[in-house]
């Protein structure tokens, strides 16, 4: 099955600056790759995603990458503010068909980041 | 909230007494998530649901058992709550290879 390994565990910034979290997976057929946030006591919700069609994604100052030969993507956040700080986890899917692969979303095992003013 | 609730939302159970968590859709949505959340190991798949009486194994699904008889509930059993089930539960739902969106959460602790 899926294998998804998220690096780093935990990261610190300086407001201002960048931050790149890095996944990779283990599936080739993999086509579906969220990001996702967790503040502190509520659930995970998406911040942004990508599919293998694709090569890079922005959305404002959030940006992700993906390398399907390398088998894998990261996150990017410039300008960061301390509303950033927050658990980052991704993730990794491939289609659900309905004669094989169900598409579950495997997580890596998340990145505390901690945005310093 | 995407339509998406779990109930409880905290409970505090002895070990070896039985649990239902349940998660509750008004999305209709096909495919239907429990994971478990654990510090130090992220969100791990218990048990998923891609239809309804249609269910299958996670990777951590010893101990746990599921049912969905309806398209908008899938319940997560403890047949015996053990310590090392202490944990955040969430419900998770998704249409197909799409975004998930995720309960509030269910805190379990089993004393």
């Known amino acids: 099955g899926e294998n998804v390994e998220q690096h780093p565990s935990t990261l610190s910034v300086q407001e201002g600056d960048s931050a790149v979290i890095k996944c990779t997976y283990s599936?080739?057929?993999?086509?579906?790759f969220p990001w996702y946030k967790q503040e502190l006591g509520k659930r995970p919700q998406l911040i942004i995603d990508?599919?293998?069609?694709?090569g890079e994604k922005k959305d404002q100052r959030i940006a992700v990458t993906l390398n399907k030969t390398a088998k894998h993507f990261s996150l990017h956040i410039t300008e960061t503010q301390p509303e950033d700080s927050a658990v980052y986890f991704c993730?990794?899917?491939?289609?659900?068909?309905?004669?094989?692969?169900?598409?579950?979303?495997?997580f890596g095992k998340g990145t505390k980041l901690s945005v310093k003013p | 909230d995407a339509g998406i609730t779990q109930s409880p939302r905290h409970k505090v159970t002895e070990t070896g007494t039985p649990v239902t968590l349940r998660c509750h859709q008004t999305?209709?949505?096909?495919?239907m998530y429990w994971y478990r959340q654990d510090p130090g190991h992220g969100l791990r798949l218990i048990h998923y649901?891609?239809?309804?009486?249609?269910?299958d194994k996670g990777e951590v699904s010893d101990g746990y058992s599921v049912s969905r008889s309806k398209t908008e509930d899938f319940l997560l059993t403890l047949e015996s709550a053990t310590s090392s089930q202490t944990s955040v539960y969430f419900c998770?739902?998704?249409?197909?290879?799409?975004?998930?969106?995720f309960g509030q959460g269910t805190r379990l602790t089993v004393v």
């Open positions: 599936d080739s057929a993999s086509n579906y």
């Open positions: 999305e209709n949505h096909r495919y």
């Open positions: 993730a990794a899917s491939t289609t659900p068909n309905y004669g094989g692969s169900q598409g579950n979303l495997i």
């Open positions: 649901s891609y239809g309804v009486k249609d269910t």
């Open positions: 990508i599919r293998s069609n694709v």
């Open positions: 998770a739902i998704r249409q197909g290879a799409t975004e998930a969106f």
